[in-house]
């Protein structure tokens, strides 16, 4: 099974995921946890591209692209191979972050970033995504104090410099995305306590894996 987590930043997604991971561990499945951009090992050459504060002069065509190799890497050397091993695969960030970030974000046609998605995934769509969704200025807030306290505001700050309209524009387009794909992608209020918002995503995950058999 694939469950990909998607939200702005600082929704508390990688916090999510350790909890899921802990959770299914003690149902007794085997779970590996990935993330994008950086999930292999040309991933994260691209990563440091991609986020890195430096970069900031890299134009909206050129990111998508960087973005879409990555993907296309990913999903051949990691998500694939350990979906069919039988793992449960959670991912941090997947193909719903390009058109929200890159099509809503950036001002780029959605169709076409979809399309372009659609070949880089290679037919490989998540069973579940959960939308943690926050309001801008609380989620832009969370991440860039992170960063800073991980010492990371130059090598992963650039989303967090951008502007707060567009951190609106990437959550409206999650919020129009998840209406688009409603069977798909279920959305979470990331407002509450970490426990509240998990046994939410627990009680998602259940219902799907009711529905999704698992490789052997």
């Given at each position: 099974m694939f469950i990909t987590f998607e939200g702005i930043e600082g929704t508390g997604k990688s916090t999510q995921i350790a909890l899921l991971k802990t959770h299914l561990e003690k149902q007794g499945h085997r779970v590996i946890v990935t993330c994008e951009p950086g999930g292999s090992r040309i991933g994260?050459?691209?990563?440091?591209?991609?986020?890195s504060l430096e970069n900031r002069d890299l134009c909206a065509r050129?990111?998508?692209?960087l973005y879409l190799a990555d993907r296309a890497q990913h999903v051949a050397q990691v998500v694939r191979p350990a979906l069919e091993s039988g793992q449960i695969v959670l991912c941090d960030r997947f193909a719903d972050s390009t058109v929200a970030?890159?099509?809503f974000g950036r001002g780029l046609d959605a169709e076409l970033l979809h399309s372009l998605n659609t070949l880089a995934v290679d037919g490989l769509w998540p069973d579940l995504t959960i939308l943690l969704d926050l309001e801008p200025e609380i989620g832009l807030t969370r991440a860039?104090?992170?960063?800073h306290a991980e010492n990371k505001t130059v090598a992963e700050g650039r989303f967090e410099a951008e502007s707060l309209a567009f951190h609106g524009r990437v959550?409206?387009?999650y919020q129009a995305w998840a209406k688009r794909f409603p069977q798909r992608i279920k959305t979470v209020n990331a407002s509450g306590s970490p426990a509240d918002i998990a046994a939410?995503?627990?009680q998602l995950v259940t219902v799907r894996l009711s529905e999704t058999p698992l490789n052997d």
């Open positions: 994260a050459e691209l990563r440091r591209v991609l986020l050129a990111e998508l692209f970030y890159q099509a860039v104090a992170r960063n959550r409206a387009g939410e995503v627990q």
